[in-house]
């Protein structure tokens, strides 16, 4: 029998708890050993919670239980959750979390840490909610070198732009509806304003190259500059929007970036509605995958960290190795990836004096709309924003995906 700490109680840490005892008898025949629940650490009590006899309050009673063999860490946030994941892999316990911040700022720390103790610190869960995504970079595509990462990483901007595109709802409107719903929190700046996406980017590139990359270092922007009209040259242009989490390869140059792209309606990413989440991936051998699927939620989100822990079942006393060394990964100068722009002005703004900033443009027209509009030609963005500097109302810009 493997006993195992929960630390949180919250949604995700309830949905840990829920499919390690419903699942329990599927879950013991894969893993090779039965998983209990011994303890789950909360502020809070849970009268009439059938696992409130479990609940404790401090840690330390889990930290001196010497029956627990794993730790499931669902609090979030840094602190304390860092310095309670980082005792127990101490103690040579493993870890599964689904906590992006943790990860993001500390995971080649805490690999590091695991590796040393012959322990495991697993986290599939904290990129893309159930889809599976870190085991794919870390296992299945071992063989290739990874040249391209860009991703739907949020669910809640994607449901919001969803709506933006195919109902035509303002964006303070659609952001009141999604927090209504739960899909938006009551201070939604982590989503909208990319921050979530950021995090997530980085935990992938770090893992595809091996080094760290901060999450600080990567150019973030979100979606509260997006508007209906973008959506009606969006239309006109046979694109969509999207708030996409990239990073890539060129020359022997490292590029990472969030922020609102157009892209062509058939990209394998122009698809992705609502809340779901998707993942394409460019390796040098296997060319485009994706992977797909509800990037939040409970209990998709609480069956990657169940997974994570029958992974360190089947793994007591071995290290699964993950290649995410604490040496950092310097990104390149952000302004000197190149792509085309479009480009939104007053009408007043003449398409000669836009040409002789910007050169050769293509002018985009909607019924309705009376704007001076255009997508420039191929430029760096250190160009493109030369280029924007020689104008004092530009009312918005997206980047366009190559």
């Known amino acids: 029998m493997i006993n195992v700490a929960v630390l949180g109680y919250g949604t995700i840490g309830a949905g840990v708890v829920e499919v390690l005892q419903t699942n329990a008898d599927s879950i013991e025949k894969k893993a090779g050993d ?120 949020n669910g809640t901007t994607n449901y919001m732009l969803t709506k933006m595109e195919e109902e035509g709802i303002a964006f303070d409107e659609v952001l009141k509806e999604a927090q209504e719903k739960g899909y938006a929190e009551l201070h939604p700046e982590a989503d909208i304003e990319g921050y979530d996406a950021c995090r997530k980017i980085a935990i992938l590139t770090s893992l595809a190259y091996g080094k760290q990359v901060d999450f600080e270092d990567v150019h973030t922007e979100g979606i509260t500059n997006i508007s209906a009209e973008d959506f009606q040259y969006a239309r006109q242009m046979k694109k969509c929007i999207k708030l996409l989490g990239k990073s890539w390869s060129d020359d022997g140059k490292l590029y990472a970036m969030v922020c609102p792209m157009l892209i062509d309606h058939y990209h394998p990413l122009a698809g992705v509605k609502d809340v779901f989440n998707a993942i394409f991936v460019h390796g040098n051998m296997v060319d485009d995958t994706m992977f797909y699927g509800r990037g939040a939620g409970k209990l998709p989100t609480a069956s990657a960290v169940a997974a994570d822990v029958v992974d360190c079942v089947k793994h007591m006393g071995t290290h ?23 480009v939104r002005m007053p009408k007043e703004v003449s398409l000669e004096s836009v040409e002789k900033a910007f050169g050769a443009v293509e002018p985009v027209k909607v019924d309705g709309i009376e704007e001076t509009a255009f997508v420039t030609g191929v430029m760096k963005e250190s160009d493109y924003h030369k280029a924007a500097d020689q104008f004092d109302d530009i009312l918005n810009m997206i980047r366009i995906d190559a």
């Open 34 to 153: 039965r998983i209990v629940v011994k303890r789950i650490l909360d502020l809070r009590d849970f009268p009439g919670d059938p696992n409130q006899d479990k609940v404790v309050h401090d840690y330390k009673i889990i930290e001196e239980d010497e029956d627990i063999q794993i730790v499931v860490e669902c609090m979030g946030g840094l602190e304390p959750a860092y310095t309670f994941v980082k005792t127990a892999l101490l103690q040579g316990r493993s870890v599964a979390t689904s906590n992006k911040e943790l990860v993001a700022k500390y995971g080649a720390e805490l690999i590091g840490i695991a590796k040393e103790k012959k322990a495991n610190f697993l986290f599939e869960a904290s990129v893309g909610g159930g889809i599976p995504i870190i085991r794919p970079l870390t296992q299945c595509l071992t063989a290739d070198v990874i040249e391209e990462i860009s991703g739907i990483l």
């Open 320 to 342: 699964i190795k993950m290649i995410w060394e604490q040496e950092k990964l310097p990104l390149s100068d952000f302004g000197g990836f190149e792509r085309r722009y479009f």
